[in-house]
Nanobody, 127 residues
Framework: VQLQAFGGGLVQAGDSLKLTCAAS????????LAWFRQAPGKEREFVGR?????????????YYGDAVKGRFSITRDNDKNTATLQMNSLKPEDTAVYYC????????????????WGRGTEVTVSS
């Protein structure tokens, strides 16, 4: 699967922004989709991930990093092969390049374990 993240930009603290990860390739619904971010001089940080559906309506399992819990949310649309990261109440410390990643088996927080990556999109939050 090939991934491309877009939607970044310059916003002010307290604003909202939505990032989209567009995927090409087959069987998108079988992949776990994750978002990571990397600020200048820092290690890549887990933002959140959404798993495959478990058969129920919106039966996806979501998990978020502590830094964004309650402010960010992830959704996916398997018909459109997209995943979105809705970011609310943005803070200057959310400034980073945001990446989407995918894997068919791994659901954890270790970015080294995700097999597929897209090019990042930059988010800058001014105070």
């Amino acid at each position: 699967v090939q991934l491309q993240a877009f939607g970044g930009g310059l916003v002010q603290a307290g604003d909202s922004l939505k990032l989209t990860c567009a995927a090409s390739g087959r069987s998108f619904e079988t992949y776990v989709l994750a978002w990571f971010r990397q600020a200048p001089g820092k290690e890549r940080e887990f933002v959140g991930r959404i798993t495959w559906a478990d058969g129920r309506s919106d039966g996806y399992k979501r998990y978020y990093g502590d830094a964004v819990k309650g402010r960010f949310s992830i959704t996916r649309d398997n018909d459109k092969n997209t995943a979105t990261l809705q970011m609310n109440s943005l803070k200057p410390e959310d400034t980073a390049v945001y990446y989407c990643a995918a894997d068919q088996f791994y659901t954890g927080l270790d970015y080294n374990r995700y097999a597929f990556w897209g090019r990042g999109t930059e988010v800058t939050v001014s105070s």
